[in-house]
């Protein structure tokens, strides 16, 4: 992924990056970028499913996090990045320029955004490991079927590893909202798969 700004290095911890970023400081920011364009990049993948769109997503949200730094007043920076990829992601879907096919052939290049992290790791042959890769891509069609504040949900906290409460912080809702659409997104996943049982691992099947 093309980076934003010029890379360089620096020892300080996040609050002197995010404190020098707010004079101005590029390369300070560039370490947030550095830290964080994995993060925000699978998730707007996960909820766009496409490379170059994520991409290019990815780098608005830097951008806009830039230019907004005044906003941050302390508490998970990683949340708070999260909640405006979160509003870009929702503010893409719902534009008249969305494409609604999904780029399965970019989805299962990139081993990096592979949906099938969701599920439990294991040792596997080659054999299993292409049966995994296309179940990445039957996951990632499942969550396109998923309501955006649903699969927004299910990402952060099922992919990501968000806790509830931050989850919470970066889509701007209670954390009982958050578990609401957790629990209708799981269910919904659920019967999706069921459906196609036949594809998923034996371990792995309901």
Request: charged share 25%.
């Amino acid at each position: 992924m093309e980076q934003l700004f010029r890379a360089g290095r620096t020892g300080m911890d996040e609050q002197d990056l995010i404190t020098q970023s707010k004079d101005g400081g590029l390369d300070a920011f560039n370490q947030l970028v550095l830290q964080y364009q994995g993060l925000v990049y699978n998730l707007s993948f996960r909820m766009l499913g496409d490379q170059a769109t994520a991409q290019d997503l990815t780098q608005e949200v830097f951008i806009s996090a830039f230019r907004h730094l005044d906003s941050f007043h302390g508490g998970n920076f990683r949340a708070w990045l999260l909640r405006i990829a979160a509003n870009a992601c929702r503010d893409y879907l719902r534009s008249a320029h969305v494409r609604h096919n999904v780029s399965l052939e970019a989805m299962t290049n990139d081993p990096a955004s592979d949906p099938v992290s969701m599920l439990p790791s294991k040792s596997a042959s080659p054999e299993e490991y292409v049966l995994r890769r296309e179940l990445a891509a039957v996951l990632q069609k499942g969550l396109r079927t998923l309501p955006k504040e649903q699969r927004l949900a299910l990402v952060l906290v099922d992919v990501q590893g968000f806790s509830y409460e931050d989850a919470a912080v970066a889509l701007g809702v209670p954390v009982g909202t958050v578990k609401s659409r957790l629990s209708r997104a799981r269910s919904a996943m659920r019967c999706y798969l069921e459906e196609r049982r036949e594809l998923l691992p034996d371990d792995l099947r309901f």
